[in-house]
């Protein structure tokens, strides 16, 4: 497990443990989280699990691939800070992550 | 009026087979689909990208398996109503009376909802002014290009339908394309060339640059943008043009009374019907316990639906269960010569 904390647009935060190997989407989902509708499931095809990265964690995680840099070009005002949650594997690196969803996805 | 015995929403591989399903046990069927063109997800989200888990087709692409649903059930001559979203359900004694965005009827005596995710509609900008302009000087899509002839017109976005756009547009208007990081997710030649064009002063481009603010009465006049450090732009334009690609809504669905969870419609596993009678869910947009969001998986829910939907259009008749490689009947309709 690690801990992984969403903060939600309405202003709650949500420390939820997350088993490893889940992703940072999964995490959210399977728990109720709202606000990540990970339209397409997971497969990198929408831009609507996308998150703001704390920025201290920006570095600590793995890097984009490209067609997660082209997915955000769709996702609901991105930032230098937004990730797709789908593609953030939680492991013991990211016990700690904090991440804020957007007002919307879409 | 068009009568028919199922309508299928959606025009995705989950609700092509199921006219095949539907066709093969001798039940009519027309299929509406709110895209330009069959396919659905595969087509839109990524008909160049390889699928690997299609039994017994060990690679191909999303629109190679559209291709060869569509030739599979090209036996059934299906009628498509594309660029059409379903508005309005209604009772009418046994039967369900249909309405489309664009007023196109059907008689029916069953639905399957085989929608995806919702129905594909353009991402929009979030600056809220924006809604203002919408259908007068900022647009989605181009419907009538002659309007932006030797005007100022900003694009935004970084896919191939900005960069076509733009590149197009440079040849009779003054365009600036603006796109929020230097690279882009277009093919690599427009890119190139919109690169080519910003070299020669035949079109402006702002990376790292999103909008901020819009400005005008009833038309745009100009629009702010903001760059990545914070610094803003005012640039004078007449229209504005988002091409963010598109998302999916459920929409009208719903307001048809099914049971709703998380952007999905509950059904059972038995024929996937939900929990209205003669209304069937199939593919990604439904959900029971267990479910796959795969491409099989909707083939085999369209398979059991298919047969849900027979008692509705055939009630005095007994469906019995016959294989393709034996069934007269089935062949029949295959329309194969022996």
Known sequence: MAKITYHTHD????KIDVQKGLTVMEGAIQNDIPGIDADCGGGMACATCHVY???EWLDKLPAKEDGEEDMLDMAFEPKNNSRLSCQLIVSDELDGLEVNIPSKQG | MNKTDVLIIGAGPTGLFCAHQLGIIGLSCEIVDNLDKAGGQCIELYPD??????????????EE????????IKPFNIKFHLNERVEELKKNQNRWHVKTSGGVEFDVAAIVIAGGVGSFEPRKFSVKECEKFEGGSLFYSIKDKSIFKDKTISIFGGGDSALDWA???SNVSTVNLIHRRDGFSGVESSVQKVKELNDQGKLNLFTKYQMDSLSGDKQIESVKIKHDEGEIKEIKSDYVLGFFGLIMQLGPILDWGLNINKKTVEVNTKNFETNVSGIFAIGDICSYPGKLKLI????????LAARGCFKYAKPDEKLRFEFTTTSKAAQE????KK
């Open chain 1, 11 to 14: 202003n709650k935060t949500h």
């Open chain 2, 49 to 62: 990208k390889p699928i690997y888990d299609i039994p017994a087709v060990p690679e191909c692409t999303g």
């Open chain 2, 65 to 72: 398996l559209t291709n060869n649903l569509l030739k599979q």
């Open chain 1, 53 to 55: 990265v704390k920025e």
């Open chain 2, 296 to 303: 099989l998986s909707g083939f085999h829910e369209g398979a």
């Open chain 2, 333 to 336: 309709r295959l329309g194969i």
């Open chain 2, 167 to 169: 590149i197009e547009l």
